[in-house]
């Protein structure tokens, strides 16, 4: 089981960036997902979640509004598209799994994170 | 919102002791829906402990967790040189999922 998140980089402020994580090892298609953030030297916050057939979203009121979750399950990938970026969206920005497959809900542990990609909003 | 306070911040301890680690959660976590994750220096968080007390594949038993309704702990019965790192409690029971501070164990 793997997920590689892409795309990390430096965004001027107000600027977009979209994130990739690839998934192999298991059914993707399976699986709700999640991105979670860490800005530097702090720790974790939840940002968003998909369910597993992509008809239920959830985001953090930080970012309701300017971050879109979506996924492929024929390319096995989840992304994460940012807007209207800030400073206090700089972070290692991680994917994680669900722990359990065919999961309805997003109230559920993630038991396989990636290794992440960093985020800087920095002009 | 669920607000999870960590403590201590950091716990100074030698190997072979045992590290207790308390969540402590300003509402009621439901269905005692609290996970522990273990984060290493440039590492992703691992999963430790879901539902309170069951442990993740692969985790040794030397971990164990524990605790209702607002108040958790996870305790490291004797402490390896690899258990040395940062450790986070997470509620998945009530919107929006919430992570505690975090509490470092280090080499004391």
């Known amino acids: 089981v793997q997920l590689v998140e892409s795309g990390g980089g430096v965004v001027q402020p107000g600027g977009s960036l979209r994130l990739s994580c690839a998934a192999s090892?298991?059914?993707?298609?399976?699986?709700?997902m999640h991105w979670v953030r860490q800005a530097p030297g702090k720790g974790l916050e939840w940002v968003a979640f998909?369910?597993?057939?992509?008809?239920?979203?959830y985001y953090a009121d930080s970012v309701k509004g300017r971050f879109t979750i979506s996924r492929d399950n024929s390319k096995n990938t989840l992304y994460l598209q940012m807007n209207s970026l800030r400073a206090d969206d700089t972070a290692v920005y991680y994917c994680?799994?669900?722990?359990?497959?065919?999961?309805?809900?997003?109230?559920?542990?993630?038991?396989?994170w990636g290794k992440g990609t960093t985020v800087t909003v920095s002009s | 919102e669920i607000v999870l306070t960590q403590s201590p911040g950091t716990l100074s301890l030698s190997p072979g002791e045992r590290a207790t680690l308390s969540c402590r959660a300003s509402q009621s976590v439901s269905s005692s829906y609290l996970a522990w994750y273990q984060q290493k220096p440039g590492q992703a968080p691992r999963l430790l402990i879901y539902?309170?007390?069951s442990r993740a594949t692969g985790i040794p038993d030397r971990f164990s967790g524990s605790g209702s309704g607002t108040d958790f702990t996870l305790t490291i019965s004797r402490l390896e040189p690899e258990d040395f790192a940062v450790y986070y409690c997470?509620?998945?029971?009530?919107?929006?999922?919430?992570f505690g501070g975090g509490t470092k164990v280090e080499i004391k």
């Open positions: 994680a799994k669900v722990g359990r497959e065919g999961v309805m809900t997003y109230y559920y542990y993630m038991d396989v």
């Open positions: 539902g309170t007390s």
């Open positions: 997470q509620q998945y029971g009530d919107s929006p999922l919430t």
């Open positions: 090892g298991f059914t993707f298609s399976s699986y709700g």
């Open positions: 998909i369910r597993y057939d992509g008809n239920d979203k």
